[in-house]
T-cell receptor, first 110, second 115 residues
């Protein structure tokens, strides 16, 4: 069974731009969660989607948004990028309370 | 509210020595607890999980952890370290009733293994 797939693996953007990251969950998993990982703040929960509905949300500004499609694939969007948005963004899909992570998308904002 | 504290941001052991990574949690509801490992430039790999069954949990690569409710701890151990164990380790908690969608992570412990 294929694991969680995140695309792209690396992204370079400039301040003020927007970016969309993609996550394909493990087949059969209906929950997708997103996390931001930075050296200073560690791993922080962004949001979770289940059956196309946002079920949980972390403490991030409205510039961070997401959605989930009927096939459970999810996208995360960050608008008006700031330097501090540079991070590794991890997606996880879950079944029965256990989350399985993708390799992440490393976003650099210049 | 839930939180996780990992004691020691860096731990160094010699190859063949005992590995002990400490994790204490705080949770107002019954918790699920997890240990993940992260190798450079990779995502998180699940090592083991506690989901209210046996308190001593065995995971992959020879790791195990014991859930101690009275001490609110979930320390990770391995009897004999191997060079390939060098990585960053994260303890995480989620609420049983939260349907598993949100993990709260500790700050991580970087494990170094000396030859």
């Amino acid at each position: 069974k294929a694991g969680v797939t995140q695309t792209p693996r690396y992204l370079i953007k400039t301040r003020g731009q927007q970016v969309t990251l993609s996550c394909s969950p493990i087949s059969g998993h209906r929950s997708v969660s997103w996390y931001q990982q930075t050296p200073g703040q560690g791993l922080q929960f962004l949001f979770e989607y289940f059956s196309e509905t946002q079920r949980n949300k972390g403490n991030f500004p409205g510039r961070f948004s997401g959605r989930q499609f009927s096939n459970s694939r999810s996208e995360m969007n960050v608008s008006t990028l700031e330097l501090g948005d540079s991070a590794l963004y991890l997606c996880a899909s879950s079944l029965s309370n256990i989350q399985y992570f993708g390799a992440g998308t490393r976003l650099s904002v210049l | 509210a839930q939180s996780v504290t990992q004691l020691g941001s860096h731990v160094s052991v010699s190859e063949g020595a005992l590995v002990l990574l400490r994790c204490n949690y705080s949770s107002s509801v019954p918790p699920y607890l997890f240990w993940y490992v992260q190798y450079p430039n990779q995502g998180l790999q699940l090592l083991l999980k506690y989901t209210s069954a046996a308190t001593l949990v065995k995971g992959i690569n020879g790791f195990e952890a014991e859930f101690k409710k009275s001490e609110t701890s979930f320390h990770l151990t391995k009897p004999s370290a191997h060079m390939s164990d060098a990585a960053e380790y994260f303890c995480a908690v989620s609420a049983v009733l939260d349907q598993g969608g949100k993990l709260i992570f500790g700050q991580g412990t970087e494990l170094s293994v000396k030859p």
